[in-house]
């Protein structure tokens, strides 16, 4: 059976290739349909554990008369995760006026005199409220830093200029706090603070970034300098193509020089 580098000669110079035996394609068309039907599988997978997870959390909460799966023969998914969304709703709505402020601020008097809770309480606050707030900038710059040694790049993202005690200790001028995710879960991670002038600023967007990490970089972003390009395939030429190309420029046979003649 021919190796690739055989192939590509082939495909080359224009030479037909040896045509692919029934097993062989049969595995390529598994595999086709295995990279088709996959992801398909698993976001419909995913999506309904999401929603029957909320369904468990909230319909035991739910009145027997606004229940719909009292009252229909089959049971209605994403109930629970509507009422979420309309609960969480409510609570912004009425946290937004004086009467829901004064019932929060109680609330968090109560938390501060527990000695664990309060730790917990606050820090998830802090977080939420980073991450959420529409003036953040966290996560919107991806870089390249030389981790775990000189010579080894790493992506990171950016989350903020890195402020306080730790820029004076360190004392190498101006520094970033990045978040360095792991391959293949990007949730986990380390936090680093590196030097300005040790990171690669890049022009991919943090979605094609956290996809080159979750595929351990098999999904590669074309390079664009405004950051809007998309994932694709290396272009491979056509045998067509190929074979315009060998004619195009196939060199002449060089003339033979004429004698001169007898004077």
Known sequence: MPDSRDKKSRRAFGAPLPRPGFFARLRTYFLTGFVVAAPIAITVYLTWWFVSLFDAWIKPFVPPGFNPDNYLPFSVPGVGLLLALFGITVIGALTANLFGRT?????ESV?????????????LKQIFETALAQSSSSFREVVLIEYPRKGLFA??????????????????GDMVSVFLPTTPNPTSGFLLFVPVADIIRLDMSVEQAAKLVISAGLVVPNH???GNGEEGKVPE????????LIKKHAKKPAKTPKKPENV
């Open 103 to 107: 019932i929060v601020a109680y609330w």
């Open 111 to 123: 938390l501060d005199r527990m000695p664990v809770v309060r730790n917990v309480y606050r820090a």
């Open 155 to 172: 992506i990171a993202f950016v989350s903020r200029d890195t402020v306080g005690e730790i820029p004076l200790k360190a004392d190498h």
């Open 224 to 226: 664009d300098p405004e």
């Open 237 to 244: 030429i056509t045998e067509d193509a190929a074979e315009r």
